[in-house]
Nanobody
Framework: QVQLVESGGGLVQPGGSLRLSCAAS????????MGWYRQAPGKRRDLVATIFSGDTATIADSVKSRFTIFRDNAKNTVYLQMNSLKPEDTAVYYC??????????????WGQGTQVTVSS
């Protein structure tokens, strides 16, 4: 099937930066979209940013001036560059991908999640 492997989370001070990455592998014909969601304790999982196969992107208003999403199609990898981090950005960040399989149809996949903690 398909695996999404995330990396780059951690502890950072307010105002700092982190870059998350998510690499997709497996039974992949093409990737329609890749993106990031986040979920803070006791809250719902919300969209942070998504980038589509034509490199258009959607970014949540709350992070639009601070976060950038980009992808490396050759590596089936999506990145989330997070700058000027705030304590309210603390959450588990999940990678999501909508993938057309080599064998099979179009399916959504999730990574295991990576913790981002913004604290002094």
């Amino acid at each position: 099937q398909v695996q999404l492997v995330e990396s780059g989370g951690g502890l950072v001070q307010p105002g700092g930066s982190l870059r998350l990455s998510c690499a997709a592998s497996g039974n992949i014909f093409s990737i329609n979209a890749m993106g990031w969601y986040r979920q803070a304790p006791g809250k719902r999982r919300d969209l942070v940013a998504t980038i589509f196969s034509g490199d258009t992107a959607t970014i949540a208003d709350s992070v639009k001036s601070r976060f950038t999403i980009f992808r490396d199609n050759a590596k089936n990898t999506v990145y989330l560059q997070m700058n000027s981090l705030k304590p309210e950005d603390t959450a588990v960040y999940y990678c999501n991908a909508r993938i057309q399989l080599l064998v099979g149809g179009l399916s959504d996949y999730w990574g295991q999640g990576t913790q981002v903690t913004v604290s002094s």
